[in-house]
Nanobody
Framework: QVQLVESGGGSVQAGGSLRLSCVES????????MAWFRQVPGKEREWVAR?????????LYANSVKGRFTISHDIAKNTGYLEMTDLYPEDSATYYC????????????????WGQGTQVTVSS
């Protein structure tokens, strides 16, 4: 089992930046893929970005965040990151990190482990 804990959310003005962190614990050596999702109340969860871990570092982004967000991971610290720049009000959401033990499957599906979420609010 792997536990995930996000942090780094907060309130920022449009155009600002935030860095979210996702600390892994438990059987972390099994993790091969980490992703970030976001969700606004009343709307479906949206996949944001994905990175491979211990299997190269291939990254993939949703079109809505490409060029503004950067996903990364530090194996030594068992921590994933989502660097968010040039934030828009529509980026406001609860952000979740997720992980799985395989690189196979869709970037936005098949995640076994989930964090509790961290709130991001972007004001205009």
């Amino acid at each position: 089992q792997v536990q995930l804990v996000e942090s780094g959310g907060g309130s920022v003005q449009a155009g600002g930046s935030l860095r979210l962190s996702c600390v892994e614990s438990g059987n972390t050596d099994s993790v091969r893929c980490m992703a970030w999702f976001r969700q606004v109340p009343g709307k479906e969860r949206e996949w944001v970005a994905r990175i491979y871990i211990r299997a190269g570092t291939h990254r993939l982004y949703a079109n809505s965040v490409k060029g503004r967000f950067t996903i990364s991971h530090d194996i030594a610290k068992n921590t994933g990151y989502l660097e968010m720049t040039d934030l828009y009000p529509e980026d406001s959401a609860t952000y979740y990190c997720a992980a799985k033990d395989t690189i196979y499957g869709d970037a936005w599906d098949g995640y076994t482990y989930w964090g509790q979420g961290t709130q991001v609010t972007v004001s205009s």
